[in-house]
């Protein structure tokens, strides 16, 4: 049997650049290199929720029904699940079912706010947004990477951690040559 994951290398691919978003995001803030491993060990699984979500509705080249998209808000639940059988030093399954959660509780599945919310898992939720809007999505073409640090500016404090949206912006704005974040900038047409 094929599974989605198997099938849809986008996700895994959009896993690592969110991984290696993530990971710079944490350095820039100052966490501790152990507490960055488990925030990049969350990233590089944080959709494998998505094996449970049919394949016609992860490529689907138009807009999500409200049906498919109440089915696509379950891949977090489904990713505790999965990671949550692995003993980890990191709460890897917390962050995994955290990282659709926004500071002002509009987020799922808990409908967590702020300080409820793991840092890792804003910090992902942060790196998952940029990433998802500067590349191309089976809907739409990819938006620009002004576009989408512009989201979670416009949203910072009501959606997305204010000091990780700090980060994430200082990320870009300074040259930074052990960032391979290049590769977002790259495929969004970005300069």
């Known amino acids: 049997m094929v599974t989605t994951m198997q099938t849809d290398t986008f996700t895994?691919?959009?896993?690592?650049?969110?991984?290696?978003?993530?990971?710079?995001?944490?350095?820039?803030?100052?966490?501790?290199a152990e507490r960055i491993r488990g925030i990049r060990i969350a990233a590089l699984i944080h959709d494998v929720g998505k094996m449970y979500v049919p394949m016609e509705i992860l490529r689907k080249p138009s807009k999500l029904t409200e049906v498919e998209m109440e089915m696509m808000k379950h891949h977090p639940q489904a990713g505790h699940a999965i990671a949550d059988r692995v003993e980890c030093p990191w709460p890897v399954a917390e962050i995994v079912l955290q990282h659709h959660e926004r500071m002002d509780?509009?987020?799922?599945?808990?409908?967590?706010?702020?300080?409820?919310?793991?840092?890792?898992?804003?910090?992902?939720?942060?790196?998952?947004v940029v990433e998802a809007m500067a590349s191309d999505r089976p809907y739409r073409p990819a938006h620009s990477l002004e576009e989408a640090l512009g989201e979670v500016v416009h949203h910072r404090g009501a959606l997305y951690d204010p000091d990780v949206v700090d980060a994430c912006v200082r990320l870009f704005k300074t040259e930074r040559s052990e960032l391979p974040l290049w590769r977002i900038g790259v495929e969004a047409g970005c300069s």
């Open 12 to 32: 895994a691919s959009h896993q690592r650049r969110v991984a290696d978003l993530a990971d710079a995001i944490a350095k820039e803030m100052g966490l501790t």
């Open 105 to 128: 509780g509009s987020g799922y599945p808990q409908g967590l706010a702020a300080e409820e919310i793991l840092l890792e898992a804003r910090i992902l939720g942060v790196a998952d």
